[in-house]
């Protein structure tokens, strides 16, 4: 009887080890609807207001691709950095006329921290705020052969009241919010 006590409590400590030992998470994703994109839309507003010219017109924003670590706390909080690059070109008009292209890339880094409201079994309900600077780069290639760049960097924020997860070991996650992630955010984490 000793026996299969301590059996039985090898296997449960054992279990419950091997589930504590998953505190590493390393995520992929991809979003749509940045606050780069929201910045840069009013910046060309402001300008177009300002200077009576069209900068930047047909913009076409490619979304934005996201790495992450997060590291668990505890059962409530994970905290952690991530990674986001997204790609957007326009067609450079000046007093409507056609004056070449542009190309912007903009790099995020930041620190983020989840609140996990409760998991059951494979599911988990969490939301996400995160803080961090992003980098701007902008290559001008005007139609007579010049270029121009321009860089710049600015904070930014991610806030996403609702995460949700599928998965233990592997899975897929969706949020919403706003900020550098945009407004609708999905892909894959795997934990270790």
């Known amino acids: 009887m000793k026996k299969i006590i301590l059996g039985?409590?090898?296997?449960?400590?054992?279990?419950?080890?091997?589930?504590?030992?998953?505190?590493?998470?390393?995520?992929?994703?991809y979003g749509v609807g940045t606050s780069n994109e929201a910045i840069n839309s009013l910046s060309d507003i402001l300008i177009t207001d300002a200077t009576k010219n069209v900068v930047g017109g047909d913009k076409t924003f490619n979304g934005a691709f996201n790495l992450g670590y997060k590291y668990s706390l505890n059962e409530k909080i994970n905290v952690g950095a991530n990674f986001s690059y997204e790609r957007a070109g326009a067609t450079a008009f000046v007093d409507v006329m056609k004056s070449g292209e542009l190309k912007s890339h903009?790099?995020?880094?930041?620190?983020?921290?989840?609140?996990?409201?409760?998991?059951?079994?494979?599911?988990?309900?969490?939301?996400?705020?995160?803080?961090?600077?992003?980098?701007?780069?902008?290559?001008?290639?005007?139609?007579?052969?010049?270029?121009?760049?321009?860089?710049?960097?600015?904070?930014?924020?991610?806030?996403?009241?609702?995460?949700?997860?599928?998965?233990?070991?592997?899975?897929?996650?969706?949020?919403?919010?706003?900020?550098?992630?945009?407004?609708?955010?999905?892909?894959?984490?795997?934990?270790?």
Do not use: W
């Open 8 to 29: 039985l409590f090898l296997v449960c400590l054992a279990f419950n080890l091997s589930a504590q030992n998953r505190r590493h998470e390393l995520r992929g994703g």
């Open 106 to 192: 903009y790099y995020t880094i930041a620190a983020e921290a989840d609140y996990i409201y409760f998991r059951r079994e494979n599911f988990t309900f969490y939301s996400t705020v995160g803080l961090g600077g992003t980098i701007y780069d902008q290559k001008y290639k005007m139609n007579d052969g010049g270029e121009d760049t321009k860089s710049h960097t600015n904070l930014n924020f991610q806030i996403s009241p609702i995460g949700v997860k599928y998965g233990d070991r592997l899975g897929f996650f969706g949020e919403m919010g706003f900020g550098y992630k945009g407004l609708f955010n999905f892909g894959l984490f795997t934990r270790f």
